[in-house]
């Protein structure tokens, strides 16, 4: 850093300046565009005349380090950008001693990031199409929130603004059936952050949990995070089997009834009533993560666990992850009058509050209706991608595979019948080379037991029909590679 | 919920549908424009004809629930958006059973939130003036972030976008003199996020952490809410008083070096080289708040401790709240190498990453050098209403008012030499009641030794130089009326 002068300091010299923004150039501090600091702004931040600093950029200029344009601020010459000295690496030190949470965080295995869209066709699921985003309307409702600002910046509500919380109890009842009172919704930065939440305020280490088995890996990895253990349980036609939960067996329960993840069952009404009779006997909760209901094409809408609740169990979690944008990292809690202190407090010392602009433009979207006619709108997209996805999948492989989970969501389950599991990591391999995203259901399964056959996870709302289409007709090059290796091995 | 039509299902009546809307109107569901849905919109969410909906509507307009206007969709009348029904109440159930972390939340005692500027001059601290927030600049910054998506919306980097990454990375040494890698630099929802993450790694259960005494209450919250136990350790004139420090007597220091939250001293050089000399014998962390560094008046600026750390115990701790706005939610910590895994898995677990537009805008602005501008202006305005608080604080009581902390920074610590602090409540609920929002150091000391005075941290961020004269003119009348009192007692 150069030393402002101030009182007994002396005065920098123009030599000191040139020295500090030679080595700054050096390590790369200037950043993507390479432009220094305006002479005047300089001047007034150092405290030194503006001539000081000219004369430092001159010298800079004569060696060659910046090049100036009339009027423009000077510009690090594009060669030195590239050069960036390594910065200094701290010495070495006593090996780091983690929390009892950070070194369980150690040991979770978490799938890789995204490859940010450079394969032909990627069927991760979570990520939907850029241009699908209503970014008109975004726009003038982010314009609206920023022009309606109040007297003073300062901390909102933990809870969310209550514009919002107001906006989302009516689409709740409108889209969902779902009665609650503004007080009991908290609006959190994605369902991660309410899954974070919760896990914080109701598990201990050594505490039981109940997760679907396959089921939401980043949900079991959040609740584990506490130390408590994990008790995956099956799931089939009807959803989570609940004949096997013992009273008091956890106390916590994390299921997916609208639409299960990832193998796509409708939670059966009798099944949801046994899961709320054992939670009352148990006095545990139902964390109830209804990620995708949006999106139904060929059932009924079923209404969310939560309206069969009446003892207060239930923990309901919405997302706009699917609906908008998983990068606005909006979503919601509805909790139970009894917990409503203590989400607001654990709000409040985990971030104080969600950004607001981002909550003042949902609310105002969802006011006008715009909200609930994008979501028409894409369901009408999405079932068009769904179809094309099923076609393809049925002309090119026939009855080798296996769809489930197709009613409604984002994503299908296909299983090819002709594919034993040895094969899954080499299709993978295969597929990845010639442009196409895969993704095993495997990784879903907390225990050992896996599919015997290959089983892939297949979101489709980030591919337009077309890519869908070359997506499926690569795979099969894929398959056909595989399968003939494995002859000749 | 309105059933949908779907196999098997008996297609719904204009009957049911008149019904439901009806029951949605006397529970407010329409919200705050009370604005129904176009019936053709409702006809394909519910897969009926466009006739049905309307004989549904003309029902509702016949019973006077309803208006239309030509060619807009149907509005409650307003006088029934008022009249909410109450929404169903859970039934009783057993007592919540909290994990001990919620359990210790309910303990916390947290001051209450803003008014939201409803007073004449409220000289709480941590806000900001909205008219002082760069309007046009982030709005500009905000569309081209929108005009600059990828052709997939999915999930980010857990620690950032690197663009922003390297844009902080630049600015904190140009501004700061703190040099780190791109990797170390974790981007959070705001100093909360930060503090809450490093509770969280590096924190357990009996633990012992050092705060200063006073200090910032909700750090030494967050940290407490592990379980861990606080040593608030006293400050006076430079700052921290580490002579005390046994060694290994905590796993974790929390300071704020800069600038002293509340009292405002500066950290001396040996008290710098003892904390960072006993962190390395214990193997502890140190966490360096900056949190309002870039304001600073008659002093030279003072490289962060990160800068004098060369083992690596330092995480260094930054925020926009102060020079952009709290509202926006976004901090950053600067991490050792041997941490950064734990932070990034740690991030991710807790909301995946901050929202992105935001982060985009805050790079640009950054890189193009009007970031460090809009501060260079706030400096100024900052240092004009800092004068006029001293000097009306000087010309309304004299010396009988002693300033600290007026050197940098955001507030002044007022000590109010002739009032003892059993006047201070009195004091604090006699000024709200003329206008004026004052608040007292005693809430920042963590035990009961306070001082003996009526003390007040005050902030004039957010108040123009007229406010900041008017609330100590009222200020004045307050104290008078107080004496008064307190002498007929």
Redesign the interface.
Known sequence: ?I??A??G?TRISARQIYETLRD?IA???????G?L??SR?LA??LGVSRTTITVAYDQLLAEGFVAVRQGA?PRVVAGLLRHVTP????????????????KR??R?A?AP??D??KLIA?F?Y?????GD?P?AI??RA??AA?AG?????????ACGSR?LR??L??YL?????L???LEQIVV???S??GL?LCA?????AD?RFVVEEPGYA?AR??FA??GAVAIPTPVDDEGLVTDTLAPGAA?LVYVTPSHQFPLGSVMAVSRRRQLLEWA?RS?AHVIEDDYDSEFRY????V?PLHTL?????VIYLGTVSKTL?????IGYLVV????Q??FA??K???????????QEALASI????RY??HI?KMRRLHRERRETLLAALRLTFGDRVVIAGADAGLHVVARFLDLPRKLEAELIDTARRVGVGLHSVSDLYAAAVRPDRVTLIMGYA?LDTGRIERGIHLLADAVRLCRERAKRR
């Open positions: 850093m030393r402002k101030g009182a300091a700054q390590a790369g501090v200037f950043g993507i565009d432009q600091p305006s702004s007034v931040e601020r910065v200094r690496a701290t010495r070495a030190r006593k090996a780091v001693q983690l929390s009892a949470y950070g965080l150690r979770v978490m990031d995204s940010g869209g990627d991760r979570g990520e939907l199409a850029a985003f970014q975004w726009r982010i314009h920023m600002r109040a007297d003073r910046l300062g901390y909102d509500d514009r107001s906006a109890q009516g009842w409108r889209a969902r059936g009665r609650c009172d959190v930065n994605g991660q952050q974070d914080r305020l109701l598990l201990d505490d980043m990895h959040t995070g506490t106390r009352r006095n060929d059932i009924d809408p209404p609740d009446a003892y207060g169990h944008s998983p990068t606005l990292r139970p009058h009894d917990m202190v203590a407090m654990a409040r010392l985990s971030d104080r509050h969600s950004a607001m602009l981002e969802i006011e006008s209706g609930e006619s028409r980030a």
